[in-house]
C-alpha cells in the first residue's frame, strides 16, 4: 500500500529555513507527482505546490513560488520541501500528499510535519 | 477565506443521512473533478471521494460524491459515531492554476 513518511518537527527563528522531507513506498515513486498541503493551528488546508517525480517540473501557488523549492530523489524515493525566510505564520503542520492520479487531485497524505516558527 | 464554500457544521444523529456541500464557481467546480477528503483532528486527512463521485479501494459505500454545476456534495449515510471528523472539499482552480479546498465542515454525530 502507498505509505508516505515524513520527517519529525521542527522549531526554527524567524527568517531561517526548512527542509521537511517525506519519504515514499509501496508504488512506482516516478510514476506520481507530489503535492505539498499546509494547516496553520485550528485552520484549514491550504496548498502550496506541486512537483513531478518523473521530471522535476514544479508548479507553485503564486503566493509561495518566491519561498519554497521542491525536488524529489528517486534513487531514494524522497521529496523534499524547503521553506525559506520563515515568519511566525508559517507554523503550521506540513503535509506531502501523492497526486491520486494527476496533480489536481490530492490522493494519499503523509503523517505531517509541525513547524513551528517563533523567537 | 476559501476560494470554496462549505457549511462550518453539519450534525445528525447516528444511522441518519447527512449532506455537506461545496460551492464554487465556473473555474473550478464547474470545470474540474471534485475530491473530499476526511481529517480527524490531530491526524492526516484521507481521499473519502475523487472524480466527484468515485471512491477509493477501502472507502465503504456509505459515502457518496455528487456535483451539479458549480456545487458538490458528500452524502454520508448510516452515520456513526466514528465518523465525526472535518471534511473538506477540494479541485482545481483553472484560474488560480492552483488546488483550491473549502474551509471545512466539522461534522458531529449526535
Known amino acids: 500500500q502507498v505509505l508516505l513518511v515524513q520527517s519529525e518537527a521542527e522549531i526554527k527563528k524567524p527568517g531561517a529555513s526548512v527542509k521537511v522531507s517525506c519519504k515514499a513506498s509501496?508504488?512506482?515513486?516516478?510514476?506520481?507527482?507530489f503535492n505539498w498541503v499546509r494547516q496553520a493551528p485550528g485552520q484549514g488546508l491550504e496548498w502550496m505546490g506541486w512537483?513531478?517525480?518523473?521530471?522535476?517540473?514544479?508548479h507553485f501557488a503564486q503566493k509561495f513560488q518566491d519561498r519554497v523549492t521542491l525536488t524529489t530523489d528517486a534513487s531514494t524515493r524522497t521529496a523534499y520541501m524547503e521553506l525559506r525566510s520563515l515568519r511566525p505564520d508559517d507554523t503550521a503542520v506540513y503535509y506531502c500528499?501523492?497526486?491520486?492520479?494527476?496533480?489536481?487531485?490530492?490522493?494519499?497524505w503523509g503523517q505531517g510535519t509541525l513547524v513551528s516558527v517563533s523567537s | 477565506q476559501s476560494v470554496l464554500t462549505q457549511p462550518p457544521s453539519v450534525s445528525a444523529a447516528p444511522g441518519q443521512k447527512v449532506t455537506i456541500s461545496c460551492s464554487g464557481s465556473s473555474s473550478n467546480v464547474g470545470k474540474n473533478y471534485v475530491s473530499w477528503y476526511h481529517q480527524v483532528p490531530g491526524t492526516a486527512p484521507k481521499l473519502l471521494i475523487y472524480d466527484n463521485d468515485e471512491r477509493p479501494s477501502g472507502i465503504p459505500d456509505r459515502f457518496s460524491g455528487s456535483k451539479s454545476g458549480t456545487s458538490a456534495t458528500l452524502g454520508i449515510a448510516e452515520l456513526q459515531t466514528g465518523d465525526e471528523a472535518d471534511y473538506y472539499c477540494g479541485t482545481w482552480d483553472s484560474s488560480l492554476s492552483a488546488v483550491v479546498f473549502g474551509g471545512g465542515t466539522k461534522l458531529t454525530v449526535l
Open positions: 509501496g508504488y512506482t515513486f516516478i510514476n506520481y507527482g
Open positions: 512537483i513531478s517525480s518523473y521530471n522535476g517540473y514544479t
Open positions: 500528499a501523492r497526486e491520486f492520479r494527476d496533480m489536481d487531485q490530492v490522493g494519499f
